[in-house]
């Protein structure tokens, strides 16, 4: 079992804890027993913060290992932690401690890290910086029936892809190395169900959210 790293109590019986290996606790009756909740033990997720709202809005943020990478993970429940929705944190860095404001409006603080969100982070919180948008010409993306193509133009030599349902949920994260020659990727989309998705490509500073359609 992971190690604590912070409370939460919503009221003097209704708690929470999280910490290392996706520790998430819950208690009913003041932190006299404790209950694994669903994420328990996800060896790969270091939660640093957890907060409500109210007895329904919550967050959890902290960080999550991704290969030999470590990016800023961000989950919100709207049901009291009974089901817990993960949502795109714009920056790399890992993701320490958060304020919620409102239904809506949240700040999260982390390793050279401030971002906030004033939609509930349901699609794509924004990095207090910003970034230019990507033109239409520098990027394209287009869907097949079982994968997804990205083409770039010439200047581009690395970017960052991310992809999401039309839940928020992200199915898929990578950074990518462009050679001189093949200015394409492919991701496949063979085991995602016909939908709407959004595809979010960050490079050379720049970000574009595609909304692609999956049929089959």
Known sequence: ???QKRFFFIDSINGWAVGTKGLVLKTTDGGENWVLDNLSLNEALT???IRFLNS??????GERKWGNEYYGLILRTDDGGK???RQYSPVKDYCTSICIVDSLTA???GSYTLIKTTDGGYLFPSAVSGEESLKENEMIAQPFPDEFWITFDDDFKEATLLLFNSLGELLFQREIRLSEIDKKYCVEAKYFPSGMYFLVVRSNQKTKVHKLILLR
């Open 1 to 3: 079992m992971g190690l």
């Open 47 to 49: 939660l640093w913060d």
């Open 56 to 61: 329904n809005v919550g967050y959890i943020v």
């Open 83 to 85: 089901t817990w929705l």
């Open 107 to 109: 700040w999260i603080t």
